[in-house]
């Protein structure tokens, strides 16, 4: 069986470096979301990406399922990815785990947004 694993519809940008940059929302408590309001703190924070995520990220578009994405990854960085296989499905799995990639067992098999953010 394929898996296709697809971004979810969160708010990502692409760098002027060729980066991803992921905008969450923090998980504040009602009292930290209070301080953060007086003192003005973002209610946000944002985590780029390195080059091999950055480009998994583009790759994880529901089109691909894992296979091709672990074959595109090792064409792109040879041995710098090694052992690629692992690499790729632990970052993946890392993905899924935190809540910005769901995994669909049909191509194109979604119906939000997961093109990047306009600013």
């Given amino acids: 069986m394929d898996i296709f694993p697809v971004r979810r ?3 990502w940008t692409i760098l002027e470096s060729g ?4 905008t ?3 998980k504040l408590s009602k009292i930290e979301e209070r301080v ?3 003192v003005g703190a973002p209610m946000f924070v944002r985590r780029p990406m390195d080059e091999m995520n950055s480009a998994l990220w583009l790759l994880m578009d529901g089109t691909r399922n894992v296979r091709e994405i672990i074959e595109e990854m090792d064409a792109q960085f040879d041995e710098t990815i090694s052992p690629v ?3 790729v499905s632990n970052s993946i799995a890392m993905f899924v785990e935190i809540g910005l990639v769901s995994l669909t067992a049909m191509k194109d098999d979604y119906d939000w947004d997961i ?5």
Avoid: H, N, T, Y
């Fill in 9 to 11: 519809q969160v708010e």
């Fill in 19 to 22: 980066f991803i940059e992921i």
């Fill in 24 to 26: 969450l929302d923090k």
């Fill in 36 to 38: 953060a309001r007086i």
């Fill in 85 to 87: 296989d692992e690499r």
């Fill in 115 to 119: 093109g990047p953010s306009v600013i």
